[in-house]
């Protein structure tokens, strides 16, 4: 199998929405495109074992930092990380990535906040997606019901409401060469889900100018919409897997059943000794669930 060393990178710039995202691709050019989005505090890398694999399956991986991380842009307003916006730069990026392509739509994975931009691309675009793939992301709509109701995912949020403040979060997590951050990756997943290597490459992204206010951003522009506008509620149209890591210490497990019923075509996969970090954690699995997934929307028997 191959691994993230040996596979051919291509490292882009890609202007869309008025940002410039940088865009990482691997595998055939006329391969189906699929497109993966990270979420915090990561960038394209936190999809290192996906990369591979799906690129020695036959898809063009599209993988971009999101705006706000790593080497893409970062607009310093809040307001400039509303979802959206975050959507719009990922609708440019899907119709960029089918000029000239043989296939029309994508296949779209998300994860942690790319997943609440994947749902959200889902359900205002759906016509450019050939499948959504959400892998620990409840849907918005059964966040917020969940919000309201339960006292234990409220405490599990409470992050959230820290990340409200002006510039202390961000004192607080970079003090000691990001020692609070590297604290927050760690303890929410197992003992060897991320390598001293991994924790590195992520701190180096942490390190840009201006990239830890930016990427805390995300969850300021959050709240305010959260006060302003309610989550989408129709149906997700395009066939929908959701993959949930259980031992999730942020998002409660009982929110992944019903993110799937949001779908007219959703379908749910447990992984029981998995962290937040499902990809990383269970990688072999999740790759032959998204492999299967894709093959299932162009006809094959998985």
């Known amino acids: 199998m191959a691994d993230l060393a040996s596979t051919d990178l291509t490292h882009r710039n890609?202007?869309?929405?008025?940002?410039?995202?940088?865009?990482?691709e691997a595998g055939p050019s006329d391969g189906e495109p699929v497109v993966l989005l990270h979420g915090f505090p990561e960038m394209w890398y936190g999809w290192k074992h996906q990369i591979p694999a799906l690129a020695e399956a036959g898809y063009r991986v599209i993988v971009?930092?999101?705006?706000?991380y790593n080497r893409s842009d970062k607009p310093p307003s809040v307001a400039d990380y509303d979802l959206d916006t975050l959507a719009a730069d990922i609708v440019a990026l899907m119709d960029h990535s089918l000029e000239g392509s043989s296939s029309d739509r994508v296949h779209l994975v998300g994860h942690d906040w790319g997943a609440v931009v994947a749902w959200h691309v889902a359900a205002t675009t759906p016509n450019l997606l050939a499948s959504l793939s959400i892998l620990n992301v409840p849907h918005p709509a059964v966040f917020i019901k969940t919000l309201r109701s339960d006292l234990d995912q409220l405490r599990?949020?409470?992050?959230?409401?820290?990340?409200?403040?002006?510039?202390?979060?961000?004192?607080?997590?970079?003090?000691n060469d990001f020692a609070g951050l590297r604290k927050m990756l760690r303890a929410s997943g197992h003992r060897d889900t991320f390598t001293d290597?991994?924790?590195?490459?992520?701190?180096?992204?942490?390190?840009?100018?201006?990239?830890?206010?930016?990427?805390i951003h995300w969850?300021?522009?959050?709240?305010?919409?959260?006060?302003t506008q309610r989550p989408e509620s129709s149906p997700i149209d395009p066939p929908t897997?959701?993959?949930?890591?259980?031992?999730?210490?942020?998002?409660?497990?009982s929110m992944a059943q019903p993110s799937a019923d949001r779908c007219r075509n959703g379908?749910?996969?447990r992984i029981p000794d998995a962290t937040h970090w499902v990809q990383h954690d269970a990688p072999d699995r999740?790759?032959?669930?998204?492999?299967q997934h894709f093959a299932e929307q162009a006809g094959g028997d998985g």
Request: charged residues 20%; aromatic residues 12%; glycine residues 4%.
């Open 64 to 68: 971009p930092d999101q705006r706000g």
């Open 197 to 215: 290597a991994d924790v590195e490459r992520y701190v180096a992204s942490w390190r840009k100018p201006g990239a830890l206010t930016t990427m």
């Open 267 to 269: 379908h749910l996969e």
């Open 286 to 291: 999740v790759n032959a669930l998204l492999e």
């Open 14 to 24: 890609v202007f869309v929405n008025g940002v410039r995202l940088h865009v990482v």
């Open 219 to 227: 969850y300021r522009a959050a709240a305010r919409r959260a006060f």
């Open 241 to 253: 897997l959701v993959i949930w890591g259980e031992q999730d210490v942020a998002l409660s497990a």
């Open 156 to 175: 599990r949020s409470w992050y959230i409401l820290f990340f409200q403040i002006p510039w202390l979060p961000e004192a607080l997590l970079r003090r």
